[in-house]
């Protein structure tokens, strides 16, 4: 049968091809940071990492998880109700919970999981979920194995939430389900809007705080830092592959009766290895460090503020953002790509992102910008963009 499945499958590929949408991988040859080196030895600079505060190579985070596989080994080689809990892992959910103001927190091997894991141990048929239309593809795969009623409401939408709630009142438990940065857009959740509603309306909330964590709020404690509601949302789930050292793991925060549910019945905690003792000491260190200093969250929002200016002031179609995260808004699939592939010749390493990644026809360049960007390298940058963005027309000459 491969046979005729293969010829399906290569019919799809060319499809893909034919159309601009194929997504070629790049590789690095050297360390995740602000400046890399990719295969066949061209230096560039970074510009679409979720390294938000430069922590993925640094010096601090390396020598405590060679330490850690010094004294703990190299992996656990267990789930952790059977005897893949270490003293290292315990101490980084306490780490975790300690630096949203929350009550406990779980380890997962990715947010992924988190999210795909934390909604059937605790919602049957009579609950409802209410998702934002805009929420990351794990929050997407996780309510689809819950059995609860569904619903959804545009991105950001408080009236269209409203009304949801409204419906809702019919279920036994309500949940509000939101990203706190929308990854592809830059945007930060109305939270304070949603706390207020889900108060009237008797609702919990969970936010995905992955691209938020680290970044959002004075210092990057995130949406609920923002908005001042530390503490008084019941689930928060987020992930130390991106601002918090970008290697791997993921965690659920919030409610320690929430917690202790998952431990008990989240399918992925209870049939995946614990993260390795090396990740879990890096990660330790990571929290210590933030908890001393605001200089990386300080950086990165003038980094940000001064990026985002310099583009619009050249004359790019830039999305609102409050977060690490500016959509440079190009609107066709082929142009992202071409212009992607230009900027790499500057010597400028981004992405174009287009259907089915974002809408059709919003196809976009998203560059993230990190607290390990000089400002030389920003200017470097906006340089390259403005010089390719006027050969393709994008810009006025």
Do not use: W
């Not at 600079?45 to 004294?71: T, V």
């Not at 009579?126 to 545009?154: F, P, Q, T």
């Not at 196809?363 to 390990?372: K, L, N, T």
Request: with cysteine; net charge positive.
């Amino acid at each position: 049968m491969y046979k005729d499945f293969q010829a399906h499958l290569k019919s799809e590929i060319k499809s893909i091809k034919d159309a601009g949408l194929y997504k070629d991988e790049r590789i690095i040859t050297s360390p995740q940071r602000a400046d890399i080196t990719v295969k066949g030895g061209k230096k560039v600079l970074n510009f679409c990492a979720n390294n938000y505060l430069g922590l993925s190579d640094n010096p601090r985070l390396i020598k405590a998880a060679k330490a850690a596989m010094d004294k703990r080994g190299y992996g656990m080689s267990s789930v952790r109700f059977i005897c893949g809990t270490g003293d290292l892992q315990k101490e980084l959910e306490k780490k975790i919970a300690e630096f949203f103001g929350t009550e406990d927190a779980i380890l997962y091997t990715s947010c992924f999981d988190a999210n795909g894991g934390v909604f059937e141990p605790l919602f049957t048929e009579e609950d409802a979920i209410i998702s934002d239309s805009l929420n990351h593809a794990s929050i997407i795969d996780g309510v689809r194995l819950c059995k609860a009623v569904r619903y959804r409401y545009a991105n950001a939408d408080m009236n269209e939430l409203e009304n949801c709630l409204k419906q809702a009142q019919k279920q036994r438990y309500r949940i509000i389900v939101s990203d706190g940065v929308f990854s592809m857009d830059g945007n930060v959740t109305p939270l304070d809007q949603m706390y207020k509603l889900a108060q009237k309306y008797n609702a919990m909330i969970m936010v995905d705080e992955s691209h938020s964590a680290g970044v959002v709020g004075k210092t990057g404690r995130g949406t609920t830092e923002l908005h001042h509601l530390r503490g008084k949302v019941e689930i928060l789930t987020g992930t130390l592959g991106k601002s918090f050292g970008g290697a791997v793991g993921g965690f659920v925060t919030g409610k320690k009766e929430i917690v202790e549910i998952l431990r008990q019945r989240s399918r992925p905690y209870l049939f995946s290895n614990s993260i390795p003792p090396m990740v879990a000491a890096a990660g330790i260190e990571m929290f210590n460090m933030m908890s001393r200093t605001n200089k990386l969250q300080d950086k990165l929002h003038a980094n940000t503020k001064y990026f985002v200016e310099k583009m619009k002031k050249a004359g790019f179609d830039i999305k609102p953002t409050q977060s690490a995260i500016c959509a440079i808004m190009l609107y066709d699939a082929k142009l992202s790509q071409q212009m992607a592939a230009k900027l790499l010749d500057e010597g400028i390493y981004v992405v174009g992102f287009y259907y089915p990644v974002v809408p059709k026809d919003l196809a976009r360049i998203r560059v993230q910008v990190s607290a390990g960007h000089s400002k030389a390298q920003l200017d470097r940058a906006i340089t390259a963009f403005t010089k390719i963005g006027k050969e393709l027309g994008i810009l006025k000459k």
